[in-house]
């Protein structure tokens, strides 16, 4: 049935890819459901390359019938907050994916793992090491060469229970000592050469406030939190490929023999123009370089909400770049596909006009408003017709008329004919400039015979216009967005080069159906692009409109 399943969906990303088959191949033997978590460390925002860690756990236990854990890998108090905890349940929500009551905390644990310290310390498997983090360094050896033993390694077991307990009681500032597994300073798996396990950190836990000023480290934590929960399939990015020897290490001696949780690494996402380094993003923020976390430039889950992507288009994207074990970069103009598949039969189109030049219908009677019909998506007919007040003045986009017409303009000019979109044919007869030489006004006579719907068969025009009414209208704020970077800042060879043009604002004019917008509606602006009204800044007074992706892109899907 799973198998079939994949076939279907695509297997999110590719049918049969090698994360099935492990999966697949252990439901062959004892192992009956599998078990998934998702694990965030509460200490930032997520971001699109967390949507594909969330899409693919959560996924897979949905394919396979069997159940996904969200947990909160909360061991390091210093930098996490409760902020971060309240934004990853939103986000997780908002990409479509239910926990249940499968909600936990690293921290819940901390008992649990204390008592595992002690039993490796009794079984003279870990011993508490004086050695400051920089003589630790000194010890470790390097690739091609074995490490050193601390000369504290071999304290007899009551000297380090008494030692860690005097830890755990706040004895020692922070630094002082660690907790260090007794493992093999010759391994040539640097990870193995005896890790430290827990260190002193008197600090403030959100959850568990001063109960502890010891706590564990993430690579001994958190194989015991999959070990607890009955996780089967622990799966995670390629860097933690070679923890997984420690990984083993820690579940087998802590006693879960029987079905032990299996550790599969897959390619971490990468993406053109993206900054996908946690540490990266906070100096954004900290920094004052974007408007917060949830600027719509960031690639934040709630960055992308706000900039009006979908959980669709998000869920569809990684669906698409699949998984994998080779690190790769996707182009980020893929995303920008996404939101516009599933947009283009979603939303309404309205006129917008973004950089406006005024156009008088000289003949058109003066003080007259005209109600005209337009579709609100010939895409989808469904969404059914809204009425456009049409009048003397209108506005148009400054780039829709041009005094020297290139070749092949078949837009506004002296003596050109174009159709004003839904309305009537009008023929530039004149304009008019200001002192600075800008074209601040084009005048016009329109053919009362050529108006839309009513059947005329005269002469043909290559252009059609939007236009909004210069008196009729609603005028908004127009924030465009552009990739936030100019390079690939994920290159440890390259610079962080913010894009100087990754936003411009604009006040632009609105027919004045766009009244009844609700925060976060999304709209198509006729021959522009898709925007969303802005949930943060729209207020009764301003509308605010975020543009999510222009109409048109030179991204071509792969063959």
């Keep these: 049935m799973a198998e079939e399943k994949i076939m279907e969906n695509g297997g999110l990303g ?18 009956k459901k599998i078990h998934t978590r998702f694990p965030p460390e509460p200490n930032g925002y997520l971001h699109i390359g967390h949507a ?124 002082s000592r660690t907790l260090r597994a007794k493992i093999d300073m010759s ?72 079905n032990p949780p299996r550790q599969i690494e897959f390619a971490r996402l990468g993406m053109t123009n993206t ?7 906070r100096a954004l923020v900290e920094d004052g370089l974007v408007d917060g976390w949830d600027d719509p430039r960031m690639p934040t889950i709630s960055g992308l909400r706000r900039r009006g992507y979908t959980p669709e288009a998000i869920r569809d994207f990684c669906e698409r770049i699949g998984v994998a074990k080779a690190n790769s970069i996707v182009d980020s103009g893929l995303l920008d596909y996404c939101i516009r598949d599933d947009l283009k039969t979603k939303t309404k189109v ?96 329109y053919d009362p015979e050529t108006k839309s719907g009513s059947g005329f068969e005269g002469r043909k025009v290559k252009g059609t216009l939007h236009w909004v009414s210069a008196t009729e209208n609603i005028q908004a704020t127009a924030r465009l967005y552009d990739y936030m970077m100019l390079d690939n800042p994920e290159d440890p060879n390259g610079d962080m080069i913010m894009n100087p043009n990754s936003l411009e604002v604009r006040e632009c004019f609105i027919e004045p159906v766009i009244s009844e917008a609700q925060k976060g509606e999304r709209f198509q602006f006729m021959r522009n692009g898709y925007y969303i009204v802005d949930t943060k800044d729209t207020s009764e007074e301003k509308l605010v409109f975020n543009r999510i992706v222009s109409l048109k892109s030179s991204f071509k899907l792969p063959k």
């Excluded at 590719?14 to 192992?31: M, P, R, V």
């Excluded at 002690?118 to 090491?129: P, Q, R, S, T, Y």
């Design 275 to 281: 900054v996908m380094s946690k540490r990266k993003l």
């Design 52 to 175: 594909k860690s969330i899409c693919l756990n959560f996924g897979l236990a949905n394919l396979y019938g069997g159940k996904c854990n969200l947990r909160f890998d909360d061991t390091n108090p210093t930098k996490e907050d409760v902020e971060y905890v309240d934004s990853i349940r939103e986000d997780v929500k908002w990409l479509g994916f239910d926990w249940e009551d499968r909600l936990y905390y690293a921290s819940s644990y901390f008992g649990r793992y204390y008592e595992v310290a002690v039993k490796l310390i009794k079984e003279g498997k870990a011993f508490v090491c004086d050695l400051s983090a920089e003589e630790m360094r000194q010890y470790r050896g390097t690739l091609s060469a074995p490490g050193k033993e601390s000369p504290y390694r071999n304290r007899s077991v009551e000297e380090n229970l008494e030692l860690f307990e005097r830890m755990k009681n706040g004895e020692f500032p922070d630094g």
């Design 350 to 445: 309205v006129m917008a006009v973004l950089d406006p030049v005024k156009l008088v219908i000289t003949n058109y009677p003066e003080g007259q408003v005209e109600m005209v019909e337009l579709e609100n998506n010939p895409e989808a007919p469904q969404l059914g017709s809204r009425m456009a007040p049409f009048t003397r003045e209108l506005y148009i986009e400054r780039e829709d008329f041009m005094e020297e017409p290139v070749k092949k303009f078949f837009r506004l000019a002296p003596g050109k004919e174009v159709r004003l979109k839904g309305a009537y044919f009008v023929t530039c007869t004149d304009f008019v400039k200001d002192e600075a030489g800008n074209v601040v006004e084009i005048r016009c006579t």
């Design 187 to 258: 391994s040539p798996n640097i990870n193995m050469r005896d890790p430290v396990i827990y260190r002193i950190a008197h600090a403030t836990h959100h959850e568990t406030g001063d109960a502890w000023c010891i706590y564990p480290m993430y690579d001994f934590a958190h194989p015991l939190e999959d070990a607890i929960e009955g996780i089967t399939h622990s799966i995670c990015t390629m860097e933690f490929e070679d923890h997984r020897p420690l990984y083993d290490w820690v579940v087998k001696e802590a006693g879960y023999t029987e």
């Design 14 to 31: 590719a049918t049969g890819n090698f994360i099935h088959s492990y999966i697949q191949e252990d439901l062959k033997g004892e192992l």
